[in-house]
């Protein structure tokens, strides 16, 4: 099976981050978000991956390559002016064609149960297929209404507001199963949004399913939700995303990390692979430190995120922040829950 994987998008509301880095490459745990999204794919046995492109399109290429180092194919489609999230997919109609395909948002954190959702679309055979979580809160602007049956019968975006108490309200988590006929129905070389061809699949009677699934996900979409992401994995939350061994709890410490003597690390704490902390410094709680970075003796980190590769100098204070070379960003840092 192949999969297209959206990560053309500006990320206006990450900035000033996008300024630096697009959306796709942002930093979680230590790794870029595309690669946590590839590996997933792999690992559930997809390994012809397409990924299309518009916002500082090398800083993707130049680090996932090929794929090979993934264990994975990766082809790149470029757009010089974004086509959108249905558009994009109608320019890789040629490479998609001929079975059933995935489209995976590129800024979403979620489980895929793939074997679930396929059987989901083969049973109920509609043109779509889209994975959904049930919203316990009740319709909002970003509802996905879902029939008993599983058929996805509207979209608060396309002006369904009351449903009746039999519908479902859900959340788009992002992944879709398509057939390739649907990509008929999209015209070339212009810009056109999924929601577009979803209006068109209603109409039509070809029709959309939808596969509810619990777990935890999250849209990556501002500031705020990146810290929460953090904040979430760390306070156990959910699994499966933090790399390294869980030496004490709320302790993940990477590959060939180096702690100096007296230092303290205060739950929860994450240390990259290959990260050096000096000498009598202070680490945690809520300290995410990428790979390759290195704190000095007698600094102190805490409820912050510090990118891969970056020297926090002696005596310094982390606190509250994003931190990155070239990029320092003052954020609160989101209320914690009781651990464990």
């Known amino acids: 099976m192949k999969a297209l994987i959206l990560a053309a998008g500006l990320g206006t509301r990450l900035r000033p981050i996008t300024h630096l880095l697009p959306k796709p490459m942002l930093p979680v745990f230590g790794a870029p978000l595309i690669e946590h999204i590839v590996a997933q794919l792999r690992d559930q046995g997809i390994n012809r991956i397409f990924v299309n492109l518009h916002h500082m399109p090398e800083k993707v290429m130049t680090h996932l390559q090929d794929g090979g180092k993934l264990g ?137 399913a939808g596969y509810c699934q619990d777990g935890y996900w999250k849209d990556l979409g501002t500031v705020d939700a990146y810290l929460e992401l953090h904040r979430d994995f760390l306070d156990a939350k959910a699994k499966g995303l933090i790399p390294g061994r869980e030496v004490e709890p709320g302790i993940w410490i990477g590959e060939n990390v180096s702690i100096g003597q007296e230092v303290e690390i205060t739950p929860p704490v994450f240390l990259g692979d290959r990260t050096v902390v000096g000498k009598k410094s202070k680490v945690g709680p809520y300290a995410v430190v990428g790979p390759r970075s290195h704190l000095g003796d007698k600094s102190k980190a805490e409820r912050c995120i510090i990118w891969p590769g970056v020297r926090v100098g002696p005596r310094r204070v982390v606190g509250q922040e994003i931190l990155a070379e070239g990029l320092r960003i003052f954020v609160p840092w989101p209320k914690c829950s009781l651990r464990r």
Not at 98 to 115: H, K, S, Y
Not at 152 to 165: C, I, Q
Not at 187 to 197: G, K, M, S
Request: hydrophobic share 45%; charged share 25%; aromatic share 8%.
């Open 72 to 208: 994975v194919e990766i082809r790149y489609s470029v757009e010089p002016s974004i086509l959108g999230t249905a558009g994009a997919i109608k320019k890789l109609e040629e490479e998609l064609g001929g079975a059933p395909f995935l489209v995976v948002n590129g800024d979403t954190v979620r489980p895929i149960f793939l074997e679930a959702l396929l059987e989901r679309h083969r049973v109920l055979g509609k043109a779509v297929t889209l994975l959904l979580q049930e919203d316990s809160q009740g319709p909002d602007s970003n509802s996905v209404f879902l029939a008993e049956g599983g058929e996805v019968v509207g979209f608060w975006s396309l002006g369904t507001r009351e449903a009746p108490s039999r519908l479902k309200p859900c959340h788009f988590l992002g992944v879709q199963v398509m057939e390739p006929e649907v990509l008929s129905l999209i015209p070339p070389d212009a810009f056109w949004e999924a929601q577009r061809l979803w209006k068109e699949l209603l109409e039509n009677g070809m029709g959309l």
